[in-house]
C-alpha cells in the first residue's frame, strides 16, 4: 500500500518512518538541503519533527522550537524531541560544539562564484572605495560590501 493523501497525520508519519540506530526513527520520506525530515501536509511542505511533535503533544506554542536531543535532523523519534527557544537551540549547538563543517560548494568551488579565496584576500586588504574594488573585480558594490564586512566568504577569516 502507498501514502495516500487521504492518511491521517499519524499514518502518514509512521509510513515514512523506520527504526535505526541509537533509538532514532528515520524518515524515508524528503529531506531539506541540511537533512531535516519533510512532509507536504495540509498544502505545504513542512518539517517532519514538527509534525511528529504536534501529532504528539498538540500545538506548537508561538516562539518555541522543536530540537533534537539526538542531533539527528532526520529523526522524528519524538522521544529525542524537545521544546525550546531559539536561544536554547543555539546554546544547545554550541555546547554540543555542532557548528558544521564548510560546505562543499563554498567559496570558488561554488559554480557560481565569480572570485577566487585570494581576489577576496585583495578586496578585504584593500583600501580602494567600494565602487572601484566591484568595477575591477566585475561584480556589485554590494557584493564588495557583503565581502568586506563577512557577510559571505565566511569561511576566509584573515588576509
Not at 495540509?42 to 511528529?52: E, F, Q, V
Not at 525550546?84 to 563543517?101: C, F, H, P, S, V
Request: hydrophobic share 30%; with cysteine; proline share 5%.
Amino acid at each position: 500500500m502507498g501514502v495516500s493523501r487521504n492518511m491521517s497525520l499519524a499514518d502518514r508519519l509512521a509510513f515514512y518512518s523506520t527504526p535505526g540506530p541509537n533509538g532514532c526513527v528515520h524518515w524515508t520520506g524528503n529531506h531539506s538541503d541540511k537533512g531535516y525530515a519533510k512532509l507536504d501536509w495540509k498544502g505545504r511542505s513542512r518539517r517532519a519533527h514538527r509534525l511528529a511533535w504536534e501529532a504528539a503533544n498538540g500545538p506548537i506554542p508561538p516562539g518555541l522550537c522543536v530540537l533534537h536531543r539526538c542531533d539527528n535532523p532526520g529523526c522524528v523519534n519524538i522521544e529525542h524531541l524537545w521544546l525550546g527557544t531559539q536561544l536554547e537551540n543555539i546554546a544547545d549547538r554550541e555546547a554540543k560544539n555542532r557548528r558544521g563543517a564548510m560546505p562543499d560548494n563554498a567559496g570558488s568551488r561554488n559554480g557560481m562564484a565569480r572570485l577566487s579565496e585570494q581576489q577576496v584576500r585583495e578586496i578585504r586588504a584593500s583600501p580602494e572605495r567600494q565602487y572601484v574594488l566591484a568595477e575591477r573585480y566585475g561584480i556589485s558594490q554590494g557584493a564588495v560590501s557583503n565581502i568586506c564586512n563577512q557577510r559571505s566568504w565566511k569561511h576566509i577569516l584573515e588576509n
